[in-house]
């Protein structure tokens, strides 16, 4: 090599490792170690720019759905919830007591939202008609690509099919919670002991009526504060002590509905009894539930029969106007055959639908789902269960516990948490921690209760005639129920009702629901 050239290659070399050792010293800078200048490269070209993926926008969700309050929430959750789902919610709550009419409007005129809120079974049961005309998205068999979806329970789901087929998710709720809440301190005063029985708890109710159980010298008392409510008031839970089935019942290898059985009688006699001795509010047929609260948190009444998850607000109310009261919750009533029963829910209170008139197609299906699915994560379903940690609850012993705000949590929590599909089993939200007795109690004998249930058996069955009128049938059963109870029929008037049930779609029912029930 001449001398040209080896200088050439000499050049060549040291030009190299100069630009080598600005690329070291410059990647090793302060100011490229978080500064804003760029880092130089090897090549004279601009290398390409490498862009950030670009955030997914929200999905936007209508939900419609009754509210159990007074007056609608504030959006402190809806906001926490569409930050965790990266959603944007419209809720329109509509209110509870005039939902059934808003819906079926609503449906009539194609307006329903993305996803609907039924009211509850009732409600679900006439809205059949419709998930079969094929309004509503069928949802079972794309449950298994949302892994939370697919903790629902199997057994609860299937209690919502409509012919086998899945279109709902399900708002659970325990199987059996129904109770009595009672005023252990009158039981004290009385030196009564804690009932065991149906006929001690009738007992019980006389003599909170006739004994001055408050100590004030005056007949102002009474034992039982019902209201018009067959099914959540105290009726059916007293039927379920004498072993009533639960709305069906199999007499003779065939399914028969609850009020044709003698144990229905004998509950009709049990609350006349009650009723005929002035042990309870003898309106209770045209008694509100407002007004039946107020009748016990008054400190006129001293038992309330239905669910003992409501001791906590009894208590609260209660002990406003009678601080010395002491509040107990009771379940595992043994009936006359010696054996304890109640009566249980599917397992759920209500249900979700999704129309096909918001929801065009499988696509926008599964964006809603996808909520969901994230609303049974346990961060997204404590806020929508208990609000937001620290302000609505804080957590002890690995339980929620409540502030004693409770105006707050009816305000801003409430309207959300009775739209959480799914229970703590399957969203992984906390359970309650509880300081108050009665409700310590009223959670250990719900867990006892789900021992001694009893099922309806048609809860997965469906009856076209029972979807078409069943709501309507049963106002003849209930009027006649209340009829015998307030004196106004005999056993014979009452049979009579039941013959005029048969006649006008009863019947039917019975022969759909046993053809099917064989299968």
Request: proline share 5%.
């Amino acid at each position: 090599m001449n001398k040209k050239g080896f200088a050439f290659l000499l050049g060549t070399v040291m030009s190299l490792s100069m630009v080598l050792t600005a690329c070291s010293s410059n990647n090793n800078s302060p100011a490229n170690n978080g500064g804003n200048q760029a880092t130089p490269t090897t090549s004279t070209e601009a290398s390409p720019e490498v862009s950030e993926p670009a955030a997914e926008e929200p999905t936007e969700i209508t939900i419609m759905l009754p509210l159990n309050v007074a007056q609608t929430p504030p959006d402190t959750i809806k906001n926490e919830i569409e930050k965790l789902t990266n959603t944007k919610l419209t809720y329109q709550f509509f209110p509870a007591d005039t939902y059934e009419d808003k819906l079926n409007t609503t449906l009539a005129t194609g307006g329903l939202p993305q996803v609907t809120y039924l009211k509850n079974q009732a409600t679900f049961v006439q809205m059949k008609g419709a998930i079969r005309d094929g309004q509503f998205w069928e949802i079972g068999p794309l449950l298994s690509e949302f892994p939370n979806l697919n903790k629902l329970k199997p057994l609860i789901l299937n209690n919502t099919k409509v012919d086998g087929k899945l279109y709902s998710l399900y708002i659970g709720r325990p199987l059996a919670r129904q109770g009595i809440i009672y005023r252990k301190d009158w039981a004290d005063n009385l030196g009564l002991k804690t009932p065991e029985t149906v006929d001690e708890v009738i007992a019980m109710a006389k003599a909170f009526t006739e004994q001055d159980p408050d100590g004030d010298k005056k007949a102002n008392t009474i034992g039982l504060a019902d209201r018009n409510d067959l099914v959540y008031g105290a009726f059916k839970t007293i039927a379920s002590w004498y072993a009533t089935p639960n709305n069906w019942g199999e007499k003779d290898g065939k399914l028969e509905p609850d009020f044709t059985f003698p144990q229905y009688t004998a509950a009709m006699d049990a609350m006349k009894q009650i009723r005929d001795a002035g042990a309870m509010n003898k309106d209770f047929a045209a008694t509100s539930k407002t007004d039946q609260i107020s009748l016990f948190t008054s400190g006129k009444a001293g038992l309330y029969i239905g669910s003992m998850s409501d001791i906590d607000s009894l208590n609260k109310d209660l002990i406003k106007n009678v601080p010395t009261a002491d509040v107990d919750t009771l379940a595992l009533i043994k009936g006359p055959n010696g054996e304890q029963a109640t009566w249980a829910i599917p397992g759920y209170n209500n249900v979700v639908l999704f129309p096909k008139s918001a929801i065009k197609d499988e696509e926008a299906l599964k964006k809603v789902l996808a909520f969901y699915d994230k609303l049974m994560t346990p961060e997204v379903a404590n806020t929508m269960f208990w609000g937001i940690e620290g302000t609505h609850y804080t957590v002890e012993e690995g339980k929620a516990k409540v502030t004693e705000d409770g105006d707050l949590i009816e305000r801003e929590v409430k309207g959300f948490k009775d739209s959480l599909i799914g229970e703590a089993e399957t969203n992984g939200m906390y359970e309650g921690f509880y300081t108050l007795p009665g409700r310590i109690h009223a959670e250990e004998f719900t867990k006892e209760n789900e021992k001694i249930a009893i099922m309806d058996p048609t809860a997965a069955l469906d009856s076209p005639t029972y979807t078409e009128k069943g709501v309507e049938l049963q106002t003849l059963i209930t009027d006649a129920t209340y009829k015998y109870i307030y004196g106004e029929i005999d056993k014979a008037g009452f049979d009579k009702a039941v013959e005029e049930w048969k006649k006008r779609g009863g019947d039917k029912i019975i022969e759909e629901f046993n053809a099917v029930y064989k299968k």
